[in-house]
């Protein structure tokens, strides 16, 4: 006892004992402790009773909780390792962007959200993404470390879409509401809500920034295009709040809008069955309607060009000898809805296949900047991976939830200025980069393998290699 107590620890245990035992209604024990101490009857006056009573339980529990956070400690210690003996230094990982596909488990699944999510959208240069939620939110999460970082409270109504874009340097956060308003959020100020875009007669579905197109900064530019249940796609000017024109033509609800990547071309989706594309470089709205698709028999519920590096896969389901330019921005596109089908078609207007495998309403669809996929998410709860070198065979289904999945979002690429890259046009270069030139600046797109969904369960699931 010597070895391990002081005198004076061992004086208060013995002390402790004592009073522990003559609580405990073991008075005769006790006693014979104390003489067995040499500790005189005198010793335990009042105070020295009280200073003592109880003592010996309290330190005790207080082990018992110091062993229960021990134990916590070993088995998160213990996960921490065998997490880090399974996976692969980052030096020495081997997966190759242009064909990588997300698997589950997920790296994280982010929780905060009180209602389902209607939509997902990644910063194009932090790890930040922001989740628009029924419960009439916005919330921000660092992807990177899973931890929420803000909620955004503004809209009066469901939240419907979000998207991240703006001008070159100033990236802003946009969202659309049942509310039938549109706000831009500021994320170098906090998020601050900078300003407030009124005009759409019904809810706002759907919204996207419009690219410029421009070789320093391809994703950049000062248009957001908006869709409304009030049947019409509006554009706007971001920097100055103003409409600048208004596309009709749909017989319903407008539910989904697509960009081309040099901005030129807009894709939206309708519950009158249809989806078209608009020409935005015709200065009369009278004429900006390209192309009509009407093989849906059912509402088209989302739309997504296909990138340059999917037309030598999409050139061959087309029937076609030879791939169209990689400059090219709206050769072929992809739809889903509630037939549960996926449907690819030409610019001209004409379906060459028809995606079959959802058991329930296709939600969202993300074409793998690598080119050689098409990713879709549906109310069936699983997100499906076509590959189009295989005519659009189905080589992945991810359980990507416990309810239906609505959302899907792919990371926007990492553009990078680079001078060795031969050849002055756009195209795709040998390692499956795309390649966007001019003014002099030649831009090299970098892959990010990331992936987030989301859905009725109120979960946000992001997939990342």
Known sequence: MSALLTTRQA???????????????????ASHLRLALNLPETTFDPPTTAKYSGLLEKKWTSVVRLQKKIMDLEAKCAALQHELDTTTPSSRKIHDPSTWLPRA?????LQSHKSPLTSLAFHPIFSSLASGSEDCTIKIWDYDSGDLEQTLKSHTKAVLDVD?????????????????????????????????LPGHDHSVSSLRFIPSGAA??????????????DKTIRVWDVSTGYCLRVLRGHGDWVRSLSPSPDGRWLLSTSSDQTARIWDLTQQNDSNTLKQ????????????????SSSYPHLSVLAGLKKAPLASGSA????????????????????????????????RALVFHPGGK???????????????????????????????FVSCLRWAPSIW????????????????????????GVKMVEGIRCLVAAGGVDLNVRVFSA
Do not use: M
């Not at 320093?216 to 409304?228: F, I, R, T, V």
């Open 164 to 196: 991240y874009g703006g001008p070159r340097g100033g990236t802003l956060l946009a969202s659309c509401s049942s509310d039938l308003t549109i706000k831009l959020w500021d994320p170098s100020d906090g998020y601050k809500n900078i300003r407030t």
């Open 216 to 229: 320093g900064s391809p994703l950049s530019g000062n248009l957001l295009a908006s869709a409304s249940r």
């Open 11 to 29: 004086e208060e245990l013995h002390k402790s004992l004592i009073a522990y035992l003559t609580s405990t209604s073991h008075p005769e024990t």
């Open 373 to 403: 996929f098409l990713l879709s998410a549906s109310d069936d709860k699983t997100v499906r991976c076509w590959d189009l070198s295989q005519e659009g065979k189905c080589v992945r289904v991810l359980e990507a939830g416990g309810h």
């Open 416 to 439: 990078k200025e680079d001078g060795g890259t031969e050849g002055g046009g756009n195209g795709v270069v040998g390692n499956g980069d795309r390649v966007v030139s001019g003014g």
């Open 292 to 307: 009509t698709f009407t093989d849906h028999e059912h509402v088209v519920e989302c739309c997504a060009f296909a990138p």
């Open 105 to 109: 488990p997920a790296r994280h699944t």
């Open 331 to 362: 050769e072929y596109l992809a739809t889903g809805g509630r037939e549960k089908v996926i449907r690819i078609f030409s610019i001209n207007g004409l379906c060459i296949k028809t995606l079959i495998g959802h058991d329930n309403w296709v």
